[in-house]
């Protein structure tokens, strides 16, 4: 591996990490309105920073919720044109009292850093920025490729103002492929490339019963409680073992192919490790018949979040609450339609409620599944670069998760993406310490670097 954008990036390692500290103490957290001064904080660092280092154009876009970055270099003609992804929005650090060092301090222990984002998105974020800034340097000022980057505030609040902008923007956009930093290696040392996603609706059932609360020991046997309608309706949403009961939920549901069950079988994973390390529960529980990959890849799920109502402070009060909420989710697996679930789900909720309580159902976020094709040159190109910095040969994994602006480009833009991630299983994302592994960060860096130099060498 000989490249000067390379040798510049790991010159600059300690400043790199440095940097990105100080975007990791900017709590912008999406999902608080308390919070969004500090989103577009965040926006405004990245944003300098695109500027600092080269890139043109550079703007943050306000929208109805939070902003977008735009930013392009766009001078090197006959070469692919890629857009950079990824996001600065954060997740809420609760549980507090879990962290063993602030959410909002970075701190680095074992060679990994700790802190809200890390991992999840800021790490990711700041290595394409790192990436494009090393290039720019080694090669006086250009790049190999033509770049934009495109980046949100608002994953992880369903991604609603940048699905709205690619599809309107799609001139603007017009690119070749898509680098998606935004998920992980399969095991720590393995290069690995995500190649499909779940999708996702997210709901809110919020059960009506009496009109204000009332006391259990006056009214209770005769007023009705949300809380019991609520667990009545859950618990005939699945089975005892794990199978979704909503009418023709897995009507297209299609199950993945034989050589890519192959290739998952030879994957280095052991499902007791993964219990141990990983879940933490004395056993693991699903759908039987299927292994654990294939239910957290390419089956549809669905979880309850969280119950808010009624009294949950310390002590004791007697009381039958007027109205309770449940915050429901499901996984869905290509070609799970999410318009079409939302319906089915909102229409069975809503006859499972019991007599004397009204149930009305949100839906907070949709995001289509999808699988990437992998049969062009910038996979074959991404692939190469992370065996020249693992030293290893290239996975080809799914994702439990979901990334909406993967399915955005695809059906919007019409080009792939490149899910090139480097947090860690472990990483603690959405959960108190929350870390991104150091060494991956540089890694993530050098094979940006390589992949835009390959893509620019062979144009």
């Known amino acids: 591996m000989s490249s000067s954008a390379v040798a510049y990036a790991r010159q600059n390692q300690r400043r790199f990490l440095e940097e990105l500290k100080g975007l990791l103490r900017i709590?912008?957290?999406?999902?608080l309105a308390e919070h969004k001064r500090d989103v577009e904080k965040a926006a405004n660092y990245v944003a300098a920073e695109l500027g600092r280092i080269g890139m043109e154009n550079v703007s943050v876009i306000s929208t109805p919720g939070h902003p977008l970055i735009y930013a392009d270099w766009l001078h090197a003609p006959g070469a692919p044109t890629g857009i950079c992804y990824?996001?600065?929005?954060?997740?809420?650090?609760?549980?507090?009292?879990?962290?063993?060092s602030p959410p909002f301090e970075p701190a680095e222990r074992d060679d990994n850093l700790y802190a809200r984002g890390a991992a999840d998105d800021k790490g990711q974020l700041w290595m394409e920025v790192k990436a494009v800034e090393a290039l720019m340097r080694a090669h006086n000022g250009k790049l190999p490729?033509?770049?934009?980057?495109?980046?949100?505030?608002?994953?992880?609040?369903?991604?609603?103002?940048i699905a709205a902008f690619v599809r309107k923007e799609k001139t603007k956009l017009k690119a070749d492929f898509a680098l998606v930093c935004d998920t992980e290696l399969f095991a720590p040392d393995l290069p690995t490339l995500c190649v499909g996603l779940r999708g996702l609706v997210y709901t809110e059932i919020e059960a009506i019963g009496p009109k204000t609360d009332l006391h259990s020991g006056m009214y209770g046997g005769a007023a009705p409680n949300p809380f019991f309608a609520l667990i009545q309706i859950i618990s005939r949403l699945k089975d005892e073992k794990g199978f979704i009961l909503i009418p023709d939920f897995y009507h297209g549901v299609k199950p993945p192919g034989a050589e890519e069950l192959e290739a998952w079988s030879r994957l280095p994973f052991d499902e007791e490790d993964y219990r141990k390390a990983?879940?933490?529960?004395?056993?693991?529980?699903?759908?039987?018949?299927f292994s654990v990959l294939y239910r957290t890849w390419a089956r549809p799920t669905l979880d309850v979040h969280g119950m808010p109502g009624?009294?949950?402070?310390?002590g004791a009060k007697t009381v039958i609450p007027a109205r309770?909420?449940?915050?429901i989710s499901m996984r869905l697996v290509p070609d799970q339609d999410p318009d079409d679930i939302a319906e089915r789900y909102t229409s069975y909720?809503?006859?499972?409620?019991?007599?004397?309580?009204?149930?009305?159902?949100?839906i907070w976020s949709k995001a289509l599944p999808c699988l990437v094709p992998t049969d062009?040159?910038?996979?074959?190109?991404a692939t190469e670069a992370l065996g020249e910095v693992f030293h290893k040969d290239t996975v080809f994994i799914r994702s439990g998760g979901s990334i909406p602006i993967v399915s955005d480009f695809q059906d919007m833009l019409n080009i792939p993406s490149l899910m090139m991630g480097f947090g860690l299983p472990d990483d603690n994302l959405h959960a108190p310490n929350e870390k991104f592994h150091i060494p991956n960060f540089h890694r993530g860096i050098e094979s940006i670097c390589l992949l835009f130099e390959k893509l620019g060498a062979s144009s």
Do not use: M
């Open 349 to 362: 909720v809503q006859k499972l409620a019991p007599r004397g309580v009204e149930c009305n159902v949100k």
């Open 376 to 381: 062009n040159k910038y996979v074959s190109a």
């Open 145 to 161: 490729i033509n770049v934009k980057f495109l980046l949100e505030g608002e994953e992880e609040v369903g991604g609603e103002s």
């Open 324 to 327: 309770a909420r449940a915050k």
């Open 27 to 31: 709590p912008s957290i999406s999902t």
């Open 310 to 314: 009624g009294f949950t402070a310390k």
């Open 278 to 289: 990983e879940i933490g529960s004395n056993a693991l529980w699903g759908e039987p018949g």
């Open 86 to 100: 990824a996001h600065y929005d954060v997740q809420p650090p609760d549980p507090l009292g879990e962290w063993i």
